[in-house]
């Protein structure tokens, strides 16, 4: 897979790095998770392996992206998207 990207709920882009704290994980890493996988599936479990700060749990697959949701701790979800 590959361009991963984070959303909100309304769409609005966010940063990769609002996934983690200062010492636990990195963008890159992220984005080697995202390389790595080639079903949704596999990029759930992926993200879940890194130190993140809220579990992923798949949202819908196409055949063009594999689309995961989050919720953080004030109720917002989150939608992290990568095309395969």
């Known amino acids: 897979m590959k361009n991963p990207e984070l959303l909100t709920e309304n769409g609005i882009p966010e940063n990769l790095a609002t996934l983690f704290t200062k010492d636990n994980c990195t963008v890159i890493a992220i984005q080697d998770a995202v390389e790595e996988s080639v079903t949704g599936t596999e ?7 890194l130190q993140l700060l809220s579990k992923f ?28």
């Open 57 to 84: 749990y798949l949202d819908r697959e196409t055949v063009e992206y594999a689309r995961l949701i989050t919720t953080d701790c004030f109720g917002v979800k989150h939608y992290f998207k990568a095309w395969k």
């Open 43 to 49: 990029l759930a479990n992926n993200l879940n392996k």
